[in-house]
């Protein structure tokens, strides 16, 4: 059996025909990914998106941002990222509980075998993020009541140096290692998925694999310069499709395209590669 949850980052909605950087719509970007997530062969358990939900966490842009999402077929779970508002969220989403009401956005959610475990990175008013002892603590107490399940770890920003500078600056700058020697104590973590980067970035971690996914619009730029410059690209968008494969106890993860392609075209005919 298959269990997958498909994982969207930093969508950055804005208000209805207001522009992100004065130059682009990110709304139908995130209908593409919607629409590409609504065509994949296998529909998901489960939709996360991990972060910057919103360019500045207006009510407003919540709005705009629930229209958007409305076409998904499955359970969404919602991550604050440094963009964001957690009232604004809570206001926008009353029927996610999960949600809470407390300092943080923190949750556990079982999806199929797997437990989804929910950190909250945010630091409000600054673009970096904290791990504090409390959220650390909490962690510590869902791991510890989780030891019989496969965990994905969920959080905005990345716990290790991505190596571009400009977002480095602004990443995870405290508590990363007390994260790390938490997270090597629980060999059932099989992945830590995080936004923030809108790329693809992979590394061990903790004894495990963390990542980050693209974005549905804009990237940010792969230039890994010490000094490299803070700006984006209109490279192809997407998302990653996290699969756990029951038969070998595996968490598989791939990075999707968002958008309509041609294709699938066949390999063989009557049997013979096609000539």
């Avoid at 989403?93 to 475990?117: A, E, N, S, V």
């Avoid at 290790?160 to 995870?172: A, K, P, Q, V, Y």
């Avoid at 230039?223 to 410059?229: E, G, H, V």
């Avoid at 041609?262 to 000539?275: K, R, T, V």
Wanted: charged share 20%; proline share 8%.
């Amino acid at each position: 059996m298959i269990t997958s949850i498909v994982q969207l980052s930093d969508p950055h909605i804005r208000e209805p025909g207001r522009l992100a950087y004065k130059r682009l719509d990110t709304a139908p970007y995130l209908s593409m990914a919607v629409t590409s997530v609504l065509t994949l062969r296998q529909q998901p358990d489960a939709v996360v998106i991990t972060g910057d939900l919103t360019d500045f966490g207006r009510p407003d842009e919540y709005e705009h941002l629930r229209k958007l999402l409305s076409p998904l077929r499955t359970s969404i779970y919602l991550l604050p990222g440094n963009h964001d508002s957690r009232t604004a969220m809570r206001i926008a989403f009353p029927d996610h509980p999960y949600l809470g009401d407390g300092d943080f956005i923190q949750y556990t959610i079982d999806i199929g075998p797997l437990r989804l475990i929910a950190l909250d990175t945010v630091v409000p008013g600054e673009s970096y993020g904290r791990l504090c002892s409390h959220r650390l603590a909490w962690l510590e107490q869902a791991l510890a009541e989780t030891r019989e399940r496969p965990v994905i770890i969920a959080m905005h920003h990345p716990p290790f140096r991505t190596l571009i500078g400009h977002m480095d600056e602004i990443g995870l700058l405290e508590g990363a290692t007390e994260l790390e020697t938490i997270v090597a104590r629980h060999s059932n973590v099989q992945r830590i998925i995080c936004g923030h980067l809108h790329r693809a970035i992979t590394t061990r971690f903790g004894g495990t694999i963390a990542s980050t996914t693209p974005a549905p619009a804009h990237q940010i730029t792969l230039n890994l310069a010490p000094d490299a410059s803070s700006d984006w690209m209109l490279e192809p968008p997407g998302f990653q499709v996290h699969a756990w494969d029951e038969g070998s106890g595996r968490l598989v993860s791939h990075t999707a395209a968002s958008g309509a392609f041609a294709g699938p075209y066949p390999f063989h005919d009557n049997g013979l590669l096609i000539d």
